[in-house]
Structure formats: C-alpha cells, structure tokens
C-alpha cells in the first residue's frame, strides 16, 4: 500500500516532538526537503511511494497553521505531554528521516577512516570553509549588523554555499541578538508578520496585521531598552512577492529618533536583483546599505575546499586527491560547493568500488557519468578559434565593403557627440573645475633606447565622458607616466561623485582593464578576472593591504572602494605610485593623492600575477625537485642564499627564504607561498613584470 499523508504522524515524518515550536518545524521541513532532493528523490518515487515532497508540504503546512495543528492534534488525539522527543533512528514508516545507521550513507566511511561522509549536501558550520569570497561576505554581514545598518542583502548562484554562511554567520554574533530565521519565503503579508512573531517567541496567531505589528514593535521597544538587537534573515528570498517584500520595507520603518530597531537580511539566488529592480521597490532598493555577491570557488579555492572538508572528516591520510584530479572536479562542478560534494561524493564512491585511494582524472570522469547531465566547463580557446573568429572575418568582410559603397562616415557623427559633452561639461564648470583639470597631451617619454612596443588594441569600454584615452603599456618594466593624460582629483567628494555615477559592475570591469594592459593583454571579450586566469595562465592575489605593502609588492592592483552614504562599492585600479600621489585607472586615467583615498579604501587589493615556472604549491621544508634548484639559483642572485644547490629543499634554503621574507615584509614562515612567488618574480630582471613604482 503507497505512503501517503494520511497514514503518516506529520510530527515524525518531519522528525520533530509535537512540543516543537515554529522554529523547529522551518528548520526540519527544510533540512528534510533538501535531503530528500539529494538523495531519495529517485528511488522513493521509483518505488511509486506517492509523492513524498507533497507529503512533507502538507505536514508543514498544518503543523505551521495553529488553528490546523490544533484541530489535528484533537483528531489524533496528540496530547505534548505523552509524546517524548522523536528518536534519532528513522522512523519505520517515515521515508524522510536520516541515520547514521543507514549502510547506503556510510558505504565508504570506514574504507577511507572517515568519521561522517565529508561531502553531505546538509548545511553544515563545521565544514564551512572560508575561501577569501566567503570570508569577504561574512565579514561583510556581521560588521553590517553590528553597525545596525537596516537592509542587508547577499546573493549568489545555487549551491554556493549562501545558506551554510548564513548559519555560520548565525554563530558570529553575539549573545544580544534575536534572530528570526524565515526558511520558507513562499508567505503573503499576513504570514510573514505571524512567522516573525512567532519566531521571535511572541503571540503569532492573529489574523490582524495592525496587532502582529503593534506587538512586534513593543517588543522592539522592550528589547533596545536591554540594548539587544533584532534581526529578520530571509533565505531564498528571490521567491517573495512584491508585496511581500514591500511589506518588509514598512517593517523597517519601525525606529527611534536615532536608530532602527529592526535589521533585515535577504539571501537569495541572482534573481533577487531582478526582483529589486521593479519600479514599485525603488524605496527598499534604495534602503539597503550592504550588497554582496558570493561567487563560484576557482581552481585553488576549490583544491582548499576539497582538501578542508577531508581534513574535518578525520581521512587519516587514507584517500588522496591530486591536483590533476581536483582539477577535473573543477572542470565538472564549475566552482560550486555542491556541486563539488556530489561529484567527489561519488568519485569517492567510485574509487571504493574500485578498491583504490587515489582519486584520478579518470575516477573523476567515471563519477561524471555515473551521475549524469554534468557539462564541464567549455574550452573557449578552442571555441573561439572554431567558432567566433570565421565569424568575425565574414563580418569584417562585410563591414569594409558596405562602408565603401554604402555607409556614411562617421567621422563628424563622432566628433558632435564629442562637443556636446565638452559643451555639457563647459556649462558645469563652475563644479567641476576645482576638482578636475584636464592635463595636456603629453608624449610618454622612455628612459630605453629603442622599446620594442607590442601590438595591443585599446580597451574596449563606452565612450568617456571627458575624452580621455586609455594609455597603451609599452614596456612591461617601466610604468606608464601618472603624468600623462590624466585627470586630477583633489577633493573627495569629486572622486565620490565619479565613482557613484558607476555601478559595481561598471567600476570592476573598468579598473580590471588597467590590471589587463599593463600585462599587454587584450581586454576584448574578458568579463572577469577568471577568465584571464583560464586563457592567460594568470593568478590572481587578494591582500589586507597598505600603500606601504603595495610598494614592497610592487604591482599595479585593484582596490575596493567603499563611498561614504551607503553609496556601495566600487573599484579602482591603481596603476603607479610617486612619493605621496598615485595614478589611478576607471574610465579615465586620474591622479590624485594617496590620502584622499585612505578613508574610502577598504584596504582590499587585487593583484593580477603570472606564475612563470609553474611552482608547486606546496614549496616548503622537505619538498624535492628540480624547481629547489631553480630558487636557490634566484635566491643566490639577490643574495640570500649561500649554500649548495640540491634538489631538496633543505633547511640552509628555509633560511634562505626567510630571509628573502623578512626583507619583503612577508610573514617569515619558510614557506615559498604566492606572495613570496609574485615578489621574487618582481625583483628578477629576466622576468617582465609591471612595476608600481616610479624609478
């Protein structure tokens, strides 16, 4: 006889007692349905066990109902009182609930000398890994309430990881938070007063909306006079209403003369952003003060996360995953924590069937198909040396000879819109003038003889407003002079005002542009920084930085730029730096003082580097290989080695390492690590990198 919701006690199928509040019964719906879809969802409906999804929705919603629950409780005959807490085992009858008695979930455990599966789909704090993206939007959340800013909103592709930083952020906070966690945002107006009430522990069976909200603000008013905090996170929240959403923003309006006394999160997928662009939230849009994007892991980041969660799970060392093999878990899960866990879930899977420990590309590639319906990531080289470029030639065929016979020149359509914006720019001068002047052409000047200037074609970026070309870099060891073409800002109101007429997007893809050039690379068609990292071989460092460790590292970098006002964040390149100013990339090229930024810099930097030898990434004590011969050589030319080269890396070339650290200002740790690479790289003349400082 088929499973169906009849024959079921809701309070088992969602394994929880009949004395669980709301909270309780969010949070097990939830864990259960994203259970059930990673796992059960074939076989149970196979087996034709009725709908189970459907099942656990109509559990949910009559235990979440008060009026519901309590006429289905007086049907059953369900007294709290003589219902215990529900055992951990899995219910006979309940195909949701998980065990750790389940063989099927442990087929591996022992084999590998884990002590839990370490690539479960559950949310889990433990196994959170803080790559440098999930540590920028944790610290990002918990500073942003502690400032007791009103909306707060961080979005991300499925799978990356959004709710399991929302739990660990849960964790961060301190004790003086009360916090109502909304898992299910499929509610109207009513529903989302009386699931915050109830969350909060307040009365929630009201049909009234002026009650719920009236006994939500005194108890707000209670709880900023015992100087604690209250705190709504809505997940998945590209599934609320309009209205709902509106009706969150009037929630917001609930303050003293001084402060919020509420603070809302929104977690949700990109199409959240959509949702937040219709005309009728503009207000809401506009009241949220942090903003953050959780982006896919790259290759190293997921490497990081892999060999973390082994770690957690206690593998004792049994299982191995080499780069090559991570390398094919990236190629298939694009980057996305889950699904990371499902293919290295079953390639662990696969590789214990197999009776081996090493998981290579081709387990990873037996894991694929067994799981099915995975595409790896495309190879655009060969993509677009098939695909776009006869593509561009016909066009550019086409092009030429219409323009010959048919289209008119542009040349003066150009040259108007160029004096309408000088024209424009003429009539606010009054504004502009005391911020900005615009430096006359100069032709770059080169201490070298006779340059050898590379081919490059200027970025592609919309037409600037001021008519200020973006510099070619001509020779990788000199920097491009600040005093060139450039715009200078002296106040910082101006460089505010420029910035904010950009959006995130805007300012980050103009500011990679100068990262771009000064590595002669063409900005055709690059989106982002991990596109150079797949077609260039580039790797890109993040860093806690000062101007003072930008000059020791000595690469033009990206930096974050936080505008005063709740104006967001935005990106500017710094491309060169000279005693106290420094030159900067946008849209245009500007120079300004180094001070003017020091209250506006979140101190984040991005640089672009090139591992030239290909180093190992473990390079440190006991490694053994002939790049240890490579760095005692390059180590001996800047003098810090001084011993005999070997193949192993000994404690003589430790030394020798930290020495070279501790005159970079490097923490002295003996490990040759990206920061260590990219500064001896800067420092060797047979190498051409781009130089920050000005010689």
């Known amino acids: 006889m088929p499973i169906t919701a009849s024959s079921q006690n809701f309070y088992e199928m969602l394994d929880i007692s009949p004395a669980a509040n709301q909270s309780q019964i969010n949070q097990a719906y939830y864990r259960l349905v994203k259970e059930f879809d990673a796992r059960n969802g074939k076989q149970s409906l196979e087996n034709n066990q009725g709908d189970p999804i459907a099942m656990l929705q109509e559990a949910f919603d009559t235990l979440s109902d008060q009026k519901k629950r309590s006429a289905y409780d007086a049907e059953h005959n369900i007294d709290k009182k003589d219902f215990p ?20 979930l442990n087929v591996y455990q022992d084999y590998y000398g884990f002590t839990e599966k370490p690539f479960d789909l559950t949310p889990d ?47 961060e906070l301190k004790s003086n938070f009360n916090i109502a966690y ?81 603070q809302i999160v929104l977690i949700g997928q990109p199409e959240l952003d959509d949702l937040l662009e219709k005309d009728g939230l503009r207000q809401l849009r506009q009241r949220i003060t942090i903003s953050w994007e959780l982006l ?21 060392g049994k299982v191995r995953i080499p780069r090559q093999g991570a390398r094919w878990i990236y190629r298939y899960s694009h980057g996305i924590p889950r699904m990371i866990n499902v293919i290295t879930d079953r390639a662990l899977l696969i590789a214990y069937t197999l009776n081996v420990k090493n998981i290579t590309p081709k387990v990873v590639k037996l894991a694929v198909k067994d799981i099915g319906a995975i595409r790896p990531l495309a190879n655009k080289g060969a993509f677009i040396w098939r695909t776009l470029i006869p593509v561009a030639l016909g066009l550019a065929t086409v092009f030429f000879t219409a323009k010959y016979f048919v289209l008119p020149d542009f040349t003066t359509s150009k040259a108007n819109i160029g004096k309408d914006i000088q024209s424009m720019i003429a009539k606010n001068s009054a504004q502009l003038a005391s911020a900005i002047s615009i430096k006359k052409k100069t032709a770059p000047t080169s201490t070298h003889a006779d340059p050898i200037k590379p081919n490059i074609e200027t970025p592609s970026s919309p037409e600037p407003v001021l008519a200020v070309s973006v510099p070619t870099t001509s020779d990788l060891q000199e920097p491009v002079s600040p005093a060139s073409n450039a715009l200078f800002i002296a106040e910082e109101s101006k460089l505010v005002t420029y910035l904010s007429s950009l959006t995130l997007n805007e300012s980050k893809q103009e500011a990679m542009k100068w990262l771009l050039k000064a590595w002669n690379i063409d900005t055709t068609g690059i989106e982002n920084l991990q596109k150079v990292q797949d077609d260039y071989g580039m790797k890109v460092y993040e860093s806690n930085a000062t101007f003072e460790r930008l000059r020791a590292l000595n690469y033009p970098a990206m930096l974050e730029i936080a505008l005063p006002n709740s104006q967001g964040t935005k990106y500017l390149s710094l491309t060169s730096l000279e005693g106290d100013s420094g030159s900067f990339g946008s849209i245009d090229r500007m120079k300004m003082p180094l001070e003017l930024l020091d209250r506006l810099w979140t101190r984040k930097a991005i640089i672009l580097w090139k591992d030239f030898e290909n180093l190992p990434e473990d390079f440190e004590s006991g490694f053994s290989g002939k790049e240890s011969i490579w760095l005692q050589k390059n180590l001996r030319v800047l003098g810090y080695f001084k011993g005999s ?46 130089k920050l400082i000005i010689q």
């Open 85 to 104: 807490a529900p055992e951990s085992k899995k219910s006979r009858n309940n195909p949701f609930a998980r065990t750790k008695d389940d063989k099927t």
């Open 182 to 262: 909304i898992f299910n945002p499929c509610i109207d107006e009513l529903e989302l007063l009386q699931t915050i009430n109830s969350e909060l522990g307040l009365p929630a069976e009201s049909n009234s909306k002026k009650f719920l909200i009236d006994t939500l603000n005194h108890f707000l008013l209670a709880e900023r006079k015992k100087e604690n905090r209250v705190v709504v996170i809505i997940d998945e929240a590209q599934d609320l209403q309009p209205s709902v959403l509106e009706q969150l923003r009037l929630l917001s309006n609930l303050e003293t003369e001084t402060e919020k006394l509420i």
């Open 125 to 171: 704090p433990k196994y959170f890994y803080l790559s440098p993206k999930h540590k920028e939007v944790l610290a990002h959340l918990v500073y942003g309430l502690q400032e007791n800013n009103g909306f707060l909103k961080i979005i991300g592709e499925v799978g990356t990881g959004k709710t399991t930083i929302c739990r660990s952020f849960l964790r």
């Open 296 to 316: 896919p892991l790259n290759f190293e980041e997921t490497r990081g996360y892999i060999h973390h969660r082994l770690n957690v799970a206690l593998g004792k």
């Open 645 to 690: 080269e070997s193949l192993n890396l000994g404690p003589k070339t430790v030394s020798a390492i930290q020495a070279f650290q501790r005159n970079n200002k490097i923490p002295d740790d003996g490990k040759f690590n990206a920061e260590s690479k990219l500064t001896l790289y800067s420092q060797l003349d047979i190498y051409s990198t781009p």
